[in-house]
Every structure is written in structure tokens, then in C-alpha cells.
């Protein structure tokens, strides 16, 4: 039977001065430093292995601390993922299961990692986009904006985070009339690539965010990302005394895609390949083509290529701007003792078997960067190749933060980071509550089982070996003919959900349980096949 236990992968040279080092540091407060972007995908940092894309800093922070290069989204989507971040428990342990209950006041029933620390003697701030139940922002030293909508219960915060951002754009870049081939969007004026939704729509008051693409019109050092990380780093000035938590919360990549000079031009699209699993039929897959996507809009090299080369511009200047907290934090004298963590709530299709967006757990969606840094304690250069997830987030950060040991259904990397345990046996598992695309997803580090979250949703499950299959065109079970054969390995994989799914008391354990294992959804998607039939 398999564990939940990660395994580190390092060069063994490099713990030889981890037990002084250790000494050093064991009577010093760690400082937190929790830098996290939204709808990053894994791939979207060179150091990740992006022939493209250039992330200095975001590299340099990886060579000075440990990278998780197998690290997946508890659930691919904001509010349950960001939420399982902040305390350690899956979507269904925490009852926040989609992006509408942002607005729940009774749950989570856990303190957030942030609401420990604060209440053992830390002070904290969280700035830039809090898409959490607000239950969990209540400790901060200073008021934490909520995102947007009607202000939450118990909020002492003046405004939300989306109205003192237009406050910031009325106060710094003067209105002015749409321009022929304009849009407005909420980051102010921009010019539509053919990808956008109303890119035929003259001088259009407002598109779609979720497909809005373009060249941004307000200048960069007014943009979003500089709003939330200057915000950020006054929070630093005043923190330094420490012991402190900081979390900068920023948007990009996130939808809408779109970006100033000089960074939409830094990646011309021609410089950009197609994804290879573009043309993807998806005759065999967990997820049908939609009506747009028939139409062939993310089938389009062209579009793909635009939309990945503004997608890319938006990383750019996310990383220059964590270039510029982390020299911040070098001119304060605090990186020594400061735990520095990057990542992201999920990832983004960018083209990828024809789609885009997120909430399915294909790679691009469900994979997600994880950086880690603390002089002299975390190995330098530490690259770690099995499988870890948000729920470790938690039990990690308390256990370097001197509060190990609270409840958590993840488990401290620490160990592994470290090189004092290991372990061949580690899987996670990313959910998402649906019943017309699967529900479940468990990796081990080579093989990826996809489940439908009841015995008899319509969702076609799947099986995917990404060692020999890191594209994911090929499902070896489902409707595939010789799906037969594969069945004891996804068997094996069934069990180590259910595993999963007993030891964080899942309502849908006995569900999950009594669906085939091979299972086969009929073309016209009629009823649901048993095995043998």
C-alpha cells in the first residue's frame, strides 16, 4: 500500500553543510515570504525547461533553493485551490468546493497557516487578490481587501481589491475616449488580438475577461502587477522587524490576457511553437470539444501562438517584479532568515488539445510551479521530481515556522527537502465537483488515473502514462479497444484513490468505489457501460 509521503531527489553534495547551517539558524525567527501568481502553469519559467519564456529571477530563486518539478494544483480552479493552500485540507474537508462559495462565512473549519502564525506572535499582511472565504483574513496586521462583490462579514477594509485598483488607474491615467479597434476592460483601454471574444465589435464598452486578449494601453508602471507589488513591498518596510508573514498575491497570468509595452512585444508569436497536442480529436478523452472550441478558435496556430505570446509578457513582468521584492528583501538584511515560496492556484490549456482556460487535469491545467528558499537550511539547486501538492503548502510552512504538528491532510516536504527522509511511494490527487467531467485525478509520478466523481457519471475516465505519453493523446482505457489490457494498472491506480479518498473521509469514497474500472461512455454519451458489457 502506498503512502503519502514525498520523496527528495538531490545532489548529496550539497547537504554536507546543512547540519551547521542548521545550528546557525535554530535559534532564529523564519520569516515568510508567500509569492503567488494565478492560472501560472508549471512550464511557464525556464528553469522548468521553457525555450522561450525567460525568468531570470524566478531561475535564480530556483538555483538558490529547491524546485518541485512534479507539484499539482489541489483543485484547478481559485477559490477551492487558494483555499486548500491556506489550510492544509481538501475541497470537500473544507466544504469549498467552486469559486461561489468565496462568499461562505461559517466555513472552512480550519485556521489558515497565516491565522497560526499570527496568533503565535508574527505579524502579517496579504496584498494583491484574496479568493478565499474572508473567514480566513480576519487576523492580519493591517485590513485585507476582499476581491470584489458586496464586503464580506467582519471586513474593516475601506474598499475592495477591484475598486482601489480603479481608484489607483483614475488617480494615475487620466480617461480618455475609446479610439477606433479599442476595448475597455478593467484594467483600462486595450487593442484586441482576433482571438478576443468581440474583437469585431466596434469601440465594445466592455468584453468578456475570461476571453479578452489584446496589448494593454495603461502604462506598466501602472499596471496591476506594479499596484499589488508595490503594495507589497511597503508591507516589507514595515514588517522587517519581524517575525513576519507576507503574502503578495498576483493576478497574472490570469485572464484577461492582455499586457503592456515593452512586454507584449517581448515574445513575438512567430517565435512560439504550436503545441503539439493542438489537433487533439479528444475522441477518447475525459473532455469533449465545446461548441467554440468545434469552431476551432484554440485550434488556430495563429490565435495560440498570440494568445501564448501575450500569456508569456504577462510572466515577464510577474518575474520582474519578484526580482524586485527579493532584492528588497536583500537591502533589508532579511533573506537569510526568510522561507520564500512561489507558486500558483492552477494553470491555463494555452492551446494544448485545442484549449484554454483550466477546472480539468490535463497538465497545462492542473500543473503548477512550486519554488522554495531558505539560505542554508534548503539545499541550493535541490530539483525534487516526485509528486507534491497545496496541501503540503501548510504543514511546510508551519514546520520551518516552528509550529509543526497542526492538523493538516498534507504533509511537511521538509524532510525531503532536506535529505534526512525519503520515499519511492508518493501520489497525489487533484479534485474538482463535477458530474459531467471527471471529478478525481491521482498521480504517482508516471501514471495519471482519471476518475468520474460517482459509479455512474457520464464522464469518460482515463489513464495516461506520462513517461512514454507527457502530451496526454493517448488513453489507454475508456474507449480505447485494447483498453483491456491496461487493466490492472488502472486498477492499481483506483486503489490508491480510494486510499486517498478513505483517509480524508471523502462523501464520495463508497461512489467511487463501486465504479468500474474500466468504464465506457457510448459515442452518443446514452447511458454508461459496465465492465463486460
Known amino acids: 500500500m502506498k503512502s503519502f509521503i514525498t520523496l527528495w531527489l538531490i545532489v548529496p553534495h550539497l547537504l554536507a553543510p546543512l547540519h551547521t547551517a542548521l545550528a546557525a539558524n535554530a535559534n532564529r525567527p523564519i520569516n515568510l515570504l508567500f509569492i503567488m501568481t494565478d492560472q501560472q502553469r508549471w512550464d511557464a519559467m525556464s528553469c522548468a525547461g521553457n525555450t ?50 468565496v462568499s461562505l462565512e461559517n466555513e472552512p473549519a480550519y485556521l489558515s497557516f497565516d491565522q497560526i502564525l499570527l496568533r503565535n506572535g508574527y505579524q502579517g499582511e496579504y496584498h494583491g487578490k484574496f479568493h478565499s472565504p474572508y473567514k480566513l483574513a480576519m487576523d492580519y496586521t493591517q485590513p485585507v481587501r476582499w476581491l470584489n462583490g458586496p464586503r464580506p462579514t467582519g471586513c474593516k477594509s475601506a474598499m475592495s481589491e477591484a475598486d482601489a485598483y480603479k481608484a489607483y488607474l483614475a488617480e494615475h491615467v487620466p480617461k480618455r475616449p475609446l479610439q477606433p479597434g479599442e476595448l475597455l476592460q478593467r484594467f483600462g483601454v486595450y487593442h484586441p488580438i482576433p482571438l478576443d471574444a468581440n474583437y469585431h465589435q466596434t469601440n465594445s464598452a466592455k468584453s468578456s475577461e475570461g476571453e479578452a ?172 521530481q516526485t509528486p507534491a501538492s497545496h496541501l503540503d503548502l501548510f504543514p511546510t510552512i508551519l514546520d520551518y515556522c516552528g509550529q509543526a504538528g497542526k492538523a493538516s491532510e498534507g504533509n511537511s516536504l521538509r524532510p525531503f527537502i532536506e535529505g534526512r527522509e525519503g520515499g519511492t511511494d508518493r501520489v497525489v490527487v487533484s479534485e474538482w465537483n463535477s458530474q459531467t467531467v471527471p471529478g478525481f485525478m491521482v498521480f504517482d509520478g508516471r501514471w495519471k488515473y482519471i476518475s468520474g466523481q460517482t459509479a455512474d457519471a457520464s464522464s469518460l475516465d482515463a489513464l495516461y502514462d506520462l513517461k ?66
Open 52 to 101: 522561450v519564456l525567460k525568468t531570470p529571477n524566478l531561475d535564480k530563486l530556483a538555483r538558490q533553493g529547491a524546485r518541485f518539478a512534479n507539484f499539482y494544483s489541489a483543485c484547478p480552479v481559485c477559490v477551492p485551490a487558494r483555499t486548500a493552500i491556506l489550510t492544509g485540507h481538501s475541497i470537500e474537508s473544507n466544504h469549498v468546493l467552486n469559486n461561489t462559495d
Open 213 to 384: 486578449y489584446g496589448r494593454l494601453e495603461t502604462p506598466p508602471e501602472y499596471s496591476l502587477t506594479a499596484f499589488t507589488a508595490e503594495a507589497g513591498l511597503a508591507a516589507l518596510d514595515r514588517l522587517k522587524g519581524g517575525p513576519f508573514t507576507l503574502t503578495i498575491s498576483l493576478d497574472p497570468p490570469h485572464p484577461p490576457m492582455m499586457v503592456a509595452e515593452p512586454y507584449y512585444s517581448l515574445y513575438p508569436p512567430e517565435s512560439i511553437p504550436v503545441p503539439i497536442s493542438i489537433n487533439d480529436p479528444r475522441t477518447n478523452s475525459p473532455y469533449p470539444p465545446n461548441k467554440r472550441e468545434e469552431g476551432g478558435a484554440y485550434r488556430n496556430p495563429t490565435n495560440i501562438r498570440q494568445m501564448t505570446s501575450i500569456y508569456y509578457g504577462m510572466v515577464a513582468e510577474v518575474d520582474e517584479w519578484v526580482g524586485k521584492i527579493l532584492h528588497r528583501l536583500d537591502e533589508l538584511g532579511l533573506a537569510d532568515n526568510t522561507l520564500v515560496i512561489f507558486t500558483s492556484d492552477h494553470g491555463e490549456m494555452l492551446g494544448d488539445h485545442g484549449m484554454h482556460s483550466k477546472n480539468i487535469f490535463y497538465e497545462g491545467s492542473v500543473h503548477v510551479p512550486l519554488l522554495l528558499r531558505l539560505p542554508g537550511i534548503i539545499p541550493a539547486g535541490a530539483v525534487i
Open 468 to 533: 512514454n505519453d507527457p502530451q496526454e493523446v493517448s488513453n489507454l482505457i475508456g474507449r480505447n479497444p485494447d483498453r483491456v489490457k491496461h487493466r490492472a494498472e488502472a486498477a492499481r491506480m483506483k486503489e490508491l484513490l480510494v486510499e486517498w479518498l478513505t483517509s480524508v473521509k471523502s462523501p464520495h469514497l463508497e461512489a467511487v468505489k463501486a465504479r468500474p474500472v474500466l468504464n465506457q461512455v457510448r459515442a452518443d454519451g446514452a447511458r454508461q457501460l459496465k465492465e463486460g458489457e
